[in-house]
């Protein structure tokens, strides 16, 4: 299927996203989808500036490949312009590409042009505090944590000297010592917790607001359904100590997390949480600014292809 003028595409490439090859991401759009126009970011961030470029260009399907991370700052730029009626194609290309887990993706990129491909799709939103103390909203259409995800990311993305070598060493290996040593002083936090108005006050080591089941990389809360259309999954982690967590997380790496006990889920449309201390907010892999944050979801209020 070949893009036409009235049907105007751009892929959005990541240089930055996965392990696959820039060169050969470029000879597919150039063979599979020869009439796109093709942008790359340059910076973080950038993503949500080509995103709202594209709408305000008039093209009808942006295309974005790369990992959660890209797909992410495209749909944020997309959805500021009031580019609800544009499609938002999507080319796992990332490390982690936990969006499309479970989908069939496209063996040939003109097939993005299909519109029987199409899916309505809801995007959850999350409003935080921002470093310089400012309230931002961001729109996500993965996940979000609060707790010791969102602090062992926070501590993965520090500019430490530590930090520098391990990563140049082995990004997992960096990813590993962020989580032991975040883990290693884990303790428990006291939150206020709204789960659809309902207020409660809780000590728990990690929330996450779903709406893909998936997680870092194909990880799951031991669930692997989406929640239903219209809800966002909140899932707690609480009732547990150091140990009891870093069983759980272990748990959780072998796929065998289904049914442990310190596992709380609830399906629901908003959830507000607050700390006496901030938490960092992790949106869709990106850490984002610190607690209170409010989340929400939007039915349908975009149009997928994947
Ligand atoms: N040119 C660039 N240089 C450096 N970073 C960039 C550039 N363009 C975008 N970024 C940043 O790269 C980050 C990672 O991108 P992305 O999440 O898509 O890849 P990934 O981490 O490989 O995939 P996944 O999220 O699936 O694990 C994003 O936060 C984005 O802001």
């Known amino acids: 299927m070949a893009a036409d003028e009235n049907d105007p595409v751009v892929c959005i490439t990541n240089p930055a996203s996965g392990v696959q090859r820039r060169d050969t991401i470029m000879r597919r759009i150039a063979t599979e989808l020869p009439e796109a126009r093709c942008w790359s970011t340059r910076y973080p961030g950038h993503g949500i500036a080509l995103g709202r470029q594209a709408v305000e260009d008039g093209y009808a399907t942006v295309v974005a490949i790369g990992g959660d991370g890209t797909l992410s700052e495209v749909a944020n730029g997309v959805l500021e312009a009031g580019g609800e009626k544009v499609r938002l194609a999507y080319v796992p290309a ?38 310089d103390g400012t309230r931002d909203q961001r729109y996500f259409l993965v996940s979000c944590t609060v707790g010791l995800i969102s602090v062992i990311g926070q501590r993965f993305t520090e500019k ?48 996450a607001v779903l709406k893909v089941p998936y997680f870092a990389g194909g990880l799951t809360f031991g669930r692997t359904q989406p929640p239903p259309a219209g809800y966002l999954d909140a899932v707690r982690v609480s009732g547990v100590g150091r140990l009891g967590v ?16 310190a596992i709380h889920r609830q399906e629901v449309r908003t959830v507000c949480v607050d700390a006496d201390s901030p938490l960092p907010v992790e949106v869709d892999g990106e850490i984002v600014g610190y607690t209170p944050a409010e989340f929400s979801i939007h039915p349908s209020c975009l149009t997928t292809v994947v």
Do not use: Y
Not at 105 to 110: A, E, H, K, Q, R
Not at 253 to 258: C, E, K, L, V
């Open 160 to 207: 430490t000297p530590v930090n520098r070598v391990l990563k140049r060493l082995n990004l997992q290996l960096a990813e590993t010592a962020s989580s032991i040593r975040t883990l290693a002083r884990w303790r428990p936090v006291a939150v206020r917790l709204e789960l659809d108005g309902e207020p409660s006050h809780q000590s728990i080591s990690n929330l």
């Open 94 to 131: 990332g490390t982690c590409n936990d969006f499309a887990r479970g989908l069939r993706p496209v063996t040939d990129l003109g097939d993005l042009l299909d519109r029987t491909r199409d899916r309505e799709t809801d995007v959850g939103t999350v409003t935080f505090t921002r470093p």
């Open 246 to 261: 870093a069983g759980l997380m272990w748990q959780v790496f072998r796929g065998a997390a289904a049914g442990h006990p």
